[in-house]
């Protein structure tokens, strides 16, 4: 079988690619990012390029390349290119695939709680109405109804996941509005000081890198689930999550622009996607343990994430 | 002002180009269809074509040209340029104007009730979240998205129209799913047999063509209306149309398909529409006897149309 990767240089899909060989021992991976590295290097936003990644039948495909949230509200032609066009002709050339008499692919597509937009502070289900505020967000919500429209059709075979801020992502790593979420991480781990846009009481839904991996997994392996499925994420607030972590030197100076976006997630019940066999970080102490086991990985086997 | 119309050759729009005059008596028209006509005729699923069209400043336009839904399910491809394609870079060729310092445009987007696929018998709000079971209805859908976005940058101003079945289109109009709704019109006019694809308690939601123009217009001229309105049709039963008409010959084969995607619509709340300053026909006997007054107006003034 043949699997496709897109944006195989980031944060969440090394650590998917990490995970691919157990779970499709006989695979052939196909990987791709806009950046130089071991890899096809491309342009997603160039039609002509995903015409070429698709020319040989695919099997399944993660299409996990976006332009992040910050950088697609200062960048609007950009972040039309990248976050709708490419994922929809990707999606249209799946389809032909399957309209030429071809294998339907499945098509996992990362989606992101970005959808949703401010929400209030009651909790919310996993199926509630999204309303973005940021481009990021309206672009990732066209994309999930346009997938779930080609699958309604048969043409393919696709699943959007809704990934809440994962952690810990590489220290600097610019264009994340979120990026505080993974700072303290880092602060935590070399004892450093770190100034957090939000305060204490802010919160969010969080997720490991590691489970996030496994739910990108389980929606390519695992049947019958739904064309849309918000992850069942951590809700936890930045003082939980500081405290699990014995970070002592973080202080606090909130943005309100930053905590409104990003700090201040109410509960989120998502009792289906739990049920449908999709993973969670249980606990603040959880999700710590897990990350710092993540980190540590990293930092061993640099070389090894590909 | 410069006000362009797209679709102009279409049954909707050739009521609102006749009430244009009177509510923008300096304005200057450009009319446009895909059907040969007294217009700039092109095709909207080339982008060119858009270009040109955009290539003056616009300060309003009302984007009325689609695929209708049954034929939009036969050819995705064609849908997806003509429902999808067309609207979006019209709507990125506007912001840019406005990007460039120009005027901000007016857009008036001709969306569908179809973004909500098939409803239960309960009564819905005019809020009720889009779930649409047609590729018609996904891609009204993605538009609203994506222009609802443009508006919150502030480079566009723009609202979607969500219309109901409008009558009576013309006989024997193709592509609807929904043309029974119309057909019986003729029939009771003309007094002749006509076999509804439904049975007489299916029920639906009816605007007629001149309160849908009006609508239009509120929409191009009102401030401060929301991104996205749910028009507030009038809800029937097929009987309750046919007993104002006075029709004695209809008789009734229910179509399954027909009747689930276009004839089990619930009652539709919608408040803030009607408060909003859209309007609706009242009763049944009020849309009939609009529509037979709008359907000799037709007939004694064909030429009038544009």
Redesign the interface.
């Given at each position: 079988m043949r699997v496709l990767v897109t944006g195989a240089g980031g944060f969440v899909a090394q650590a998917l690619i990490r995970a691919l060989p157990a779970a499709f021992p006989n695979a052939e991976l196909i990987l791709t990012d806009r950046a130089p590295g071991p890899w096809r290097t491309g342009d997603l936003g160039d039609p002509g390029f995903i015409d070429q990644l698709t020319e040989a039948p695919l099997d399944l495909v993660f299409h996990l390349a976006s332009l992040p949230g910050t950088l697609a509200e200062r960048e609007?032609?950009r972040a039309?290119r990248i976050n709708l066009d490419a994922p929809l002709h990707l999606a249209?050339r799946l389809?032909a695939q399957t309209r030429a008499g071809g294998v339907r692919p499945r098509l996992v597509f990362a989606s992101s709680i970005a959808v949703f937009g401010p929400l209030g502070s009651a909790p919310v289900s996993e199926d509630h109405?999204p309303a973005?505020?940021l481009?990021y967000g309206?672009q990732k919500?066209?994309t999930e109804?346009?997938l779930?429209?080609l699958t309604?059709?048969g043409?393919l075979d696709a699943i959007s996941l809704r990934l809440p801020g994962i952690v810990a992502r590489p220290e600097g790593a610019g264009g994340f509005g979120s990026a505080f979420m993974s700072e303290i991480f880092h602060a935590a781990r070399k004892n450093r000081l770190y100034t957090c846009p939000t305060g204490p009481d802010a919160t969010a839904w969080w997720m490991s890198r590691s489970t996030c991996a496994a739910n990108l997994l389980h929606a390519a392996t695992a049947r019958d689930l739904p064309p849309t499925v918000t992850l069942p994420a951590l809700h936890a607030s930045l003082r939980d999550v500081v405290e699990a972590l014995g970070a002592t030197q973080i202080t606090w100076a909130p943005d309100p622009k930053i905590e409104t976006l990003f700090g201040r997630q109410p509960p989120l019940l998502a009792p289906k996607a739990l049920a449908a066999g999709f993973r969670t970080d249980a606990t603040p102490k959880a999700l710590v343990e897990q990350v710092l086991h993540d980190l540590r990985t990293d930092a061993a086997a640099p070389s090894s994430l590909l």
């Open positions: 609007p032609e039309r249209d389809a109405p973005p505020t481009s309206a919500w066209m109804i346009y779930a429209d309604r059709r043409d």
